[in-house]
DNA sequence: AATGAATGAGGGTTCATTCAT
DNA sequence: TATGAATGAACCCTCATTCAT
């Protein structure tokens, strides 16, 4: 990660480059076992598994297994703020960003699947005191959507109150989706998009 | 069971009673550690100290651990069930009776709390082949809400589709309050159910 | 039940002689155990369920597991012992004493089966210190079976060496029956002790 | 295991080697906890402490208990038909093949006493369902003397019916052997071994 | 005389963690 | 870098034992 192009790459660099890589691969399957297993079912041989090597080896880039879940937690949180910031920062008027949102929080929660696991976790886990950022992160993530609806009001378009529950009414709406919703599912994701952007700017009043 | 009312009660009827309350405490206490720990996170042990008893005490009561998991999950789905078949089943007209629902699905997660766990599980835990028989009492429960969006929609009231989706829609919304909703929230739980109330009647097009 | 006409029983006779059979049929079903399960694996709940009481009722009839086990065992030891002394007392010539000792060691084995179970103890558990007194009476046991074979010896009818070893031999092929024959087998226990009878006599040179 | 003889051992398989025979030091142990404790009598906790390891540290080599014990009384019994069959194949004559056997089995049970355990074993215990292989293997060793007494007989040789009477009488002879005989007693084995081969030739009309 | 109820030690098993190589 | 090997705590479960009733 930041290697200048056309330079001399080192041994350090290139190690530390594909330890990078590697870190980075571990994180990935620990979160498919923790979408899978929820928290309390993560083991460390499921992933390791995945990742064809053996348990132990998992130390050599992870203290332990804390804080490889930790660290799961706090990049799907991270990933889904920069991704929402992206695709709605785009868009103008509140109706847009709204159906927008809603757009690519379904598409993030159903489609990166491994690391949305942090917007929907079950558990009382995250009130775990050592995943204080891991909720700062999603405190944020949660202020975006507030703006939009309150931008909305401002404007006059929206016409709902209060914020923060119908905040939460929207959030536990689109959450609930990779409850009963499946590839397999007779309606496509995209009509699914639909209905529910429909369903939410019903909701606020247009 | 079987005891005349004002009659005397048999030593054998009383024994049995207060084991019967005490199978019933079990399930209740495991029911807190459930909502608490997760699925995966349940240990006899926490549910033991709870009761202020050893874990192999509880083998008296119960066989192991997965029945009592299993007795948890099927008392919480059949309460739920009945619950809101007695509230809703007072209604009339489908908006009433959707109202009345929403009501009284909030109050049943809200304040049964513990056996409310069982809605909001996890699917893939419930997947479970020895589960089977709580999955036909969720899948109830669905039907009853389906029922009344389409009697609101054959009755001209409601203008909503696809129904299944909705009623998740909804379902989501709703199941999502015990994650942020606290008995400290500055709202009150009437006024929350009030607010969820209207969302869901704007939402079904009333 | 069971008193005795014309004399007067008192409450306590009365109570001793029916705890008396009880503690008797306790003892009987624990040998049934016993044999079917081995040493290690009888549980009194298992011997209760037998009776139809419950396992904490056993302790008002033996102080423990061990007390139990330890007089199935020497009950079983001391019947043999009766059962051939009475069987074999009657016999005059050294052959006939044989012969009809095989027939009583078989008998005894095959039909009274709980308790003939100490003769065929698999586990090193006669070994036990505790059990010092079962194991005299197996050694009376061997005295009994060594003495007809000297005597046969010393009559000239049987030639065989050393008396130890071969009593063993045959004791050996007795106490093996069990483990190969049922009462289903095409055999009759008649025709096979009358086998058995043969090659015992074959042996020790008639 | 196919490693060139004089050739390099390379990580790999010096690496399996020293776990393989790890994991026959443990079937080894077993087998001693086995002979003297009995199968109900086996805990992990013996083995282990034999090998001076933890009980946990045998799950790196078997998956569960069930599976050690399995493991043991099948290399038994193929030790067992391994050896006769090796012995006694390179006799021709009835007698000596006979003579042989009871030298070899004798021999196989004191000697090799550990793994000898699954010929002494009670048949409830190989009833198991798992352990159908191992009552396969021990029918064939039986079948091996029933064709010598057979073809003993049909030589003219032997005089003795019925042969599976016969076999077991036999074989309950020489598997008593370890309940009474040990290291020190006063009759050495060679001289055990040929009074019972004596008395079993005498038995087949030799 | 017997039982309901509970306990606690110990057994089988899993798993995060360690460490020499 | 990675692994083989081992550990020990914690888990589920069984069972002999206790004791108030």
């Given at each position: ?108 929660i159903c489609q ?49 109150v209060p914020i ?21 599912d007779e309606m ?19």
């Amino acid at each position: 990660m930041g290697d200048v192009p056309g330079g001399p790459i080192s041994a350090k660099s290139y190690r530390s480059r594909r330890e990078e890589r590697r870190r980075q691969e571990i994180l990935l399957q620990a979160a498919y076992v923790l979408a899978e297993q929820g928290y309390h079912g993560v083991t460390l041989e499921a992933i390791a598994s995945r990742l064809e090597m053996t348990k132990g080896s998992l130390y050599y880039y992870y203290p332990d297994k804390q804080q490889i879940l930790y660290l799961v937690l706090k990049q799907g949180a991270q990933a889904a703020l920069d991704y929402i910031n992206r695709q709605v920062g785009e868009m103008v008027s509140p109706t847009d960003k709204l159906g927008c949102w809603v757009d690519a929080h379904i598409r993030f929660i159903c489609q990166e699947m491994p690391f949305s696991v942090t917007l929907l976790q079950t558990d009382a886990i995250l009130e775990n005191v050592a995943y204080e950022e891991v909720q700062k992160l999603l405190a944020q993530y949660n202020k975006v959507v507030d703006q939009i609806l309150e931008n909305g009001i401002n404007a006059g378009v929206f016409t709902v109150v209060p914020i923060r529950a119908t905040r939460n009414f929207i959030l536990g709406a689109l959450n609930w989706i990779p409850r009963w919703y499946t590839d397999q599912d007779e309606m496509t994701l995209t009509k699914l998009i639909s209905v529910y952007r429909t369903h939410v700017l019903k909701l606020v009043g247009q």
